[in-house]
Each structure stands twice: as C-alpha cells, then as structure tokens.
C-alpha cells in the first residue's frame, strides 16, 4: 500500500516536471481567500484561453521544479499555491492571472517562468500587459507595409511617367511620317 502511494507521487512530479518543461510560461500565485465561486471563475478563464490551472502540493512541487532544473524557484513554495501553464503563448497565463488580481486582491501572484527564466511579480505584471502574440505580429506586418506600399507607389509613378514618355515618342514619330 504504501509503496504504491509513493510510485502515484513519483507519478504527479514526473508530470508536474513534463508540463513545467514544455510550457511556454509558468504562474504561481497564492489562492488564499478566494471562495470556491471565484476559484471557478478563475478557472474558466485560464481554460478558455487553454491554460493550465492545478493545484500540487508543495513537496511535489519542489521535486519537479528541482528535476526540471528551478530549484531557485522553490523559495516561492510556501503556503497554498496553485500553478498556470500556457503551453501555446507564454503571455497568457501572466495575462489572466493579472487581469484576476487586479478585480480580487485576494489572488497574489507569487512569481513565474517564462522563456526558461524565473521571474518575479513586477515582470510579470510587464508581461501582462505586453499586446497579445496576434497583436504584436499585426503591428511588425504594418510596419513592413508601409514601406512596400510606398516603394510600389514609386516604382507605379515611375512606370506610369515611362509610358507616358514613350506614347509621346510613339505619336511623335507618327506625327513625323505623316
């Protein structure tokens, strides 16, 4: 019996160290006070933006965190804690996770991994406010639009004055052998 209670806790590290490897980014935050209708609130959102929302106990956090090569990341493991990972867009857990906070001030952010870097409160509010993935790749693509669309509007001037430059040597020359 025993035994088996240590292989299903082998078990949770192995898969709280895969998802803290292949997420993109990482929440912690400390869910004390939040009444069971807020919780599931918070949930809901995480899940719509396919967030990962768990809650580990600490000692099993710790070994994953060691295994997935955080240790300095346990330092935040006190006290009841609950875990985001965003697998698709490392934005988007500090998002949901800020834009929560901020309406429930019981929900405290804790600290974060994102790009295999651990970050503190502060960065992740910064994160949070960064425009989405699509938003950002939007604004790069304008910014190359402009340009293109202006050097196009050269070349297409150009081209216009060339033909124009040769009709009146073609009704020139039309003119001359009449």
Same mark, same amino acid.
């Given at each position: ?7 299903? !806790? ?34 809901? !959102?995480?899940?719509? $933006? ?42 988007? $857990? $500090? ?6 906070? !901020? ?64 009709? $009146?040597? !073609? ?8």
């Amino acid at each position: 019996m025993r035994e088996r209670a240590i292989e299903e !806790k082998k078990q949770v590290v192995e898969e709280i160290t895969d998802k803290v490897k292949k997420a993109q980014g990482v929440v912690l935050v400390d869910y004390r006070g939040l009444n069971v209708e807020e919780v599931t609130q918070l949930r809901r !959102k995480y899940k719509e $933006a396919g967030v990962e929302y768990k809650v580990y106990k600490n000692t099993l956090m710790r070994f994953a965190f060691k295994n997935a090569g955080y240790e300095e990341f346990n330092q935040f493991l006190t006290g009841p804690n609950a875990i985001a990972f965003g697998f698709d867009d490392p934005v988007q $857990a $500090a998002k949901i996770t800020h834009e929560f906070a !901020k309406q429930n001030d019981k929900l405290e952010i804790k600290a974060g991994i994102v790009d295999g870097k651990i970050i503190g409160v502060d960065e992740i509010k910064n994160l949070a406010n960064l425009p989405s993935k699509e938003v950002l790749i939007a604004q790069a693509l304008a910014g190359l639009n402009g340009p293109i669309a202006g050097f196009a509007n050269v070349l297409q001037g150009t081209i216009r004055s060339l033909v124009y430059a040769l009709n $009146a040597v !073609k009704e020139k020359q039309e003119g001359a052998e009449a």
